[in-house]
């Protein structure tokens, strides 16, 4: 997704496999859960540091993705769709639970950064060079690593890989050949992606929220953050325009979430009213139907 080979895809898979399991083991221990998420982190990390024994030279691809598996998207865009819904104190625990997670993965990651003596990789290019087939797989792969780390039914994971195809593809469309920024192709392609599940939640017996999130979860600027992140840590010796660098990248990945956040709650932004008044008609007819069957 990000413009690295297919031997990146591999190794960072591979480094993310072995991360998940040090995932497992930590949790089989009771461990706290944010001391979870820092210790694979760290662990995960290194296991991408590792590889350039392998291949002879720094895998910066695997590097920068191994840790994307434990970015919380779910509960990000949940934030963000609770406050625009008017559900604050739920937004809010949900915002500082995935504030927390970030920092405790921030946490791991710097210690591994600091261990490995890692280079700048900001100046790596994130660019992808092909935007359908192998962009589709990828994301296809993406959408449905997401939808089990979260345990989605089985039986749905076609169409998140569908949907997490669409998401991407137009993102893709949007900004390498139309020349829109990167927040407005996100949002037009999680926008698309909710419109269409407001039709497939009647074919798959399936909530909204399924369907569109881990459609939506391939496009999080997990990269953008990490750039953030490594410029933070080495703020003392960055020149004024690799901070006015840090400053953009920063914008653009909050921009972003914001885009996708709101793209996927479209459906309830605008049919939310429409939905309750339903609900309250079923009800009622239901409770008049009990009336007439108890006085019959």
């Known amino acids: 997704l990000f413009g690295g080979s297919w031997l990146d895809f591999v190794l960072t898979a591979v480094c993310a496999f072995l991360g998940f399991y040090v995932r497992r083991l930590c949790a089989s221990y009771a461990f706290n859960t944010y001391a979870v998420i820092a210790i694979t982190s760290f662990a995960t990390t290194m296991f991408a540091w590792a ?34 819904n008017n559900f604050i104190v739920s937004g809010m625990t949900r915002a500082i639970h995935t504030l927390l997670i970030v920092g405790a993965m921030t946490f791991g990651i710097v210690i591994a950064i600091r261990l490995g003596n890692v ?43 569908v949907g997490g195809i669409i998401t991407v ?42 369907l569109t999130i881990p459609s939506a979860i391939p496009m999080i600027p997990g990269v953008l953050l990490y750039r953030v992140l490594f410029a933070l840590l080495n703020i003392q010796d960055i020149t004024a325009s ?31 009213r429409y939905i309750e008044s339903n609900k309250q008609r079923t009800v009622k007819d239901l409770l008049d139907k009990r009336y007439i069957q108890e006085e019959g």
Not at 169 to 198: D, E, P
Not at 247 to 268: D, L, Q, S
């Open 242 to 272: 690799a901070l006015l660098t840090m400053m953009r990248n920063g914008v653009e990945a909050v921009t972003i979430i914001i885009g996708i956040a709101i793209g996927v709650a479209i459906p309830n932004i605008f049919i939310h």
């Open 119 to 161: 280079a700048d990789f900001t100046t790596v290019s994130l660019r992808p060079d092909n935007i359908y087939f192998s962009q589709a797989i990828a994301a296809a792969i993406s959408a449905m690593g997401f939808s089990i780390i979260f345990n989605i039914p089985r039986r749905l994971l076609p169409v998140v890989a």
């Open 169 to 210: 593809l137009l993102r893709n469309i949007m900004v390498l050949q139309l020349g829109f920024s990167q927040t407005a192709g996100s949002f037009l392609g999680a926008a698309v992606v909710g419109v269409l599940a407001l039709k497939a939640i009647h074919w798959f017996h399936a909530p909204n929220i399924i």
């Open 51 to 84: 590889t350039q024994f392998l291949t002879g030279s720094m895998n910066w691809y695997p590097l920068i993705s191994c840790t994307l598996f434990l970015v919380p998207g779910i509960p990000l865009i949940n934030a963000v769709d609770d406050f625009l």
